[in-house]
């Protein structure tokens, strides 16, 4: 199982940015994939996830700004962040997991599988 995360980069705030993870080797379209993030100093943090019957969830600070996606054709699932605030700025990591109950979404260890993440840098 390969989870291949790439769009990161450094944008103003209130810009946009896409970020995308390419899956190999799972079924995914029967997987929760999700997106955490992690800023210097800072725990592991929730940001959205998606589950395979495409309900989607949210950390309360990115709804509105934040669409996760999915797209079984491509095995791929893709994070749109629209005006992005500097407290977004972190390494941004996607995640899978056949197994993952609701209760649970949120949380890290919820979530076997990982992406090496991607640099979100957003200047004020």
């Known amino acids: 199982v390969q989870l291949q995360a790439s769009g990161g980069g450094l944008v103003q705030a209130g810009g946009s940015l896409r970020l995308s993870c390419a899956t190999s080797g799972l079924t995914f379209s029967r997987y929760t994939m999700a997106w955490f993030r992690q800023a210097p100093g800072k725990e592991r943090e929730f940001v959205a996830a998606?589950?395979?019957?495409?309900?989607?969830h949210y950390v309360d600070s990115v709804k509105g700004r934040f669409t996760i996606s999915r797209d079984s054709a491509k095995s791929t699932v893709y994070l749109q962040m629209n005006n992005l605030k500097p407290e977004d700025t972190a390494v941004y990591y996607c995640?899978?997991?056949?197994?993952?109950?609701?209760?649970?979404?949120?949380?890290?260890?919820?979530?076997?599988?990982w992406g090496q993440g991607t640099l979100v840098t957003v200047s004020s």
């Open positions: 995640a899978g997991d056949r197994g993952v109950i609701l209760s649970s979404i949120s949380l890290p260890n919820e979530y076997d599988y």
């Open positions: 998606i589950r395979w019957t495409s309900t989607t």
